[in-house]
């Protein structure tokens, strides 16, 4: 019986980064494009579309913990241009 605790396999890692970096940049999408929108309807479902974004990342970062090697997080960040 395989163990649920079990590493994930190198590419399974790698896939996993690529939906995590595909969603973080649809997330920041959204959110700036919120700002640009006027119509309410429109501007619902990109919050609808952002709070799912949010789940979707969580739910891949718990996958993640998994993969067998970790990079080392960078000190020096980026300012964030926007509030």
Known sequence: MISQQSALAA????EIHEALN??????AKSK???GLV??????????????????????????YVKAPFQ???PEFRPTPILS
């Open 22 to 27: 595909f969603k973080t940049l649809c997330l």
């Open 71 to 73: 990079a080392p997080v």
């Open 38 to 63: 006027f119509d309410q309807e429109l501007k619902d479902l990109m919050e609808k579309d952002v709070q799912q974004s949010i789940q979707a990342i969580a739910d891949l970062q718990a996958l």
């Open 32 to 34: 700036l494009m919120q």
């Open 11 to 14: 590419h399974e890692s790698l």
